[in-house]
């Protein structure tokens, strides 16, 4: 599996931006997504996650009244809709596919993006 993120970008405190991880190679109905993010001098963290199906979706504590996550088979393609930015979302975001949607745990991810950059003004 090959996967593209983009839609990062530069946004001032407050706003908006939608990621998309498009899949290529295999489909993605069988599979958990997850998005991550690494800021400058951090580890890199979980974000968000979504099941095979959609029906399981874990966002971490700091962005989940603010991002969602879903996902587009028919389109192979998942989204990660993030709304009041703040500067501490700074990071390299990225997809990454796994067989369970899991936020703490990167070994259950087996292919990865390659990152796409998203920066929050202040």
């Known amino acids: 599996v090959q996967l593209q993120a983009s839609g990062g970008g530069l946004v001032q405190t407050g706003g908006s931006l939608r990621l998309s991880c498009a899949a290529s190679g295999e489909s993605l109905d069988y599979y958990a997504i997850g998005w991550f993010r690494q800021a400058p001098d951090k580890e890199r963290e979980g974000v968000s996650c979504?099941?095979?199906?959609?029906?399981?979706?874990y966002s971490s504590e700091s962005v989940k009244e603010r991002f969602t996550i879903s996902r587009d088979d028919a389109k192979n393609t998942v989204y990660l809709q993030m709304n009041s930015l703040k500067p501490e979302d700074t990071a390299v975001y990225y997809c990454a596919v796994g067989l369970r949607c899991i936020l703490r745990n990167e070994e259950m991810y087996d292919y990865w993006g390659q990152g796409t950059l998203v920066t929050v003004s202040s």
């Open positions: 979504i099941s095979s199906g959609g029906d399981t979706r």
